[in-house]
């Protein structure tokens, strides 16, 4: 593994709380492939607070960011549920830190 981008998110190893594969995830408990799906979600859905790649961006830049993941990966989400049916409050169950099962590294 490329050892550049392995340590700067705290990565450790763990189940992915998304897809249960076992591997190396982040903060959040993703897994490499899930946490890209739900950095392109939060984007889809302007969730800027809470996306890495939009939060220090302007609102030209965010809207621009945004087209391109949905012209390169689509429009429809790829990890979170669509929260149409109920506007309660975020449903990102797994970014409730969890912070007695966080391990150091
Ligand atoms: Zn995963």
Redesign the pocket.
Known sequence: MDKSNDEEWGMYDSQ?V????YGR?NDLG??M??ADKLERDLVRERDWEYSASGFLLSDKDREELRQQIIREHGKNLELIEPRRKSRRKKRLSFSHGDASRQSKR
């Open positions: 992915c998304a897809c249960d594969v995830v993703l897994c492939d899930c």
